[in-house]
């Protein structure tokens, strides 16, 4: 799960902001490179935290994720895509469809912009979260507190760009050649169903996170 999927299932568990940023926060890190590997004395955000761990465990457990995963890495790989770029699309492209999809709701897309704008509600309480780098780390959370999410998500060919920048910064799972037109078709194929469940796939994740 990406951001706003991990803020969605957070908010059907709570109704507190605090807990839905704490939710979203291990995905926020590391879009800046972070990795929170401290603590935090407060108790909505540390409990968040633990719901985005369960949530990402019970989604890669999921029927849903794994049957679309292995079908996109086997078309991507049909069409000439490298065994490590294929493998990244199939994992992290899905995830995108759903942020896309679920950002197609003003009301969310508000309720996301509210996460965001806790950090500077909740302060300097979340630094000791990446003890080495707090100054860094507060910076980059300032930054994304004015920030309202992404509204490209529900676009395959957008998010097929999207994972070429990101890939490109690791070798072995770098795009190449015609893989971003490949990524595209091959996302589009998912694209209906995924908005189409979205919502079971949510109620799913809300009864293994909460059974949790």
Excluded: K, Y
């Excluded at 950002?103 to 509210?114: H, K």
């Amino acid at each position: 799960m990406n951001v706003a999927g991990h803020i969605a299932v957070a908010q059907r568990l709570s109704d507190d902001p605090a807990f839905w940023l704490g939710a979203a926060l291990p995905d926020l890190g590391s879009v800046g490179g972070f990795r929170l590997v401290g603590s935090t004395d407060h108790a909505a955000v540390t409990a968040g935290i633990r719901c985005h761990h369960a949530t990402d465990d019970a989604f890669h457990r999921s029927e849903w994720f794994r049957s679309r995963q292995d079908r996109l890495r086997a078309v991507l790989a049909d069409e000439g895509m490298a065994r490590g770029a294929a493998r990244a699309v199939a994992h992290v492209g899905p995830e995108l469809l759903i942020d896309g999809a679920l950002l197609r709701s003003d009301a969310f897309a508000d309720s996301v912009a509210e996460t965001f704008s806790t950090i500077i509600d909740i302060g300097d309480r979340l630094a000791t979260l990446v003890p080495r780098e707090p100054e860094a780390w507060w910076a980059h959370l300032r930054d994304i507190a004015g920030r309202r999410a992404p509204t490209d998500h529900d676009d395959p060919a957008s998010v097929a760009a999207r994972l070429e920048r990101i890939l490109s910064r690791r070798p072995r799972l770098a795009m190449a050649g015609r893989d971003v037109a490949t990524a595209t078709d091959a996302l589009q194929s998912e694209h209906q169903g995924i908005r189409t469940t979205v919502g079971a796939l949510l109620d799913h994740l809300e009864t293994q996170v909460d059974a949790g």
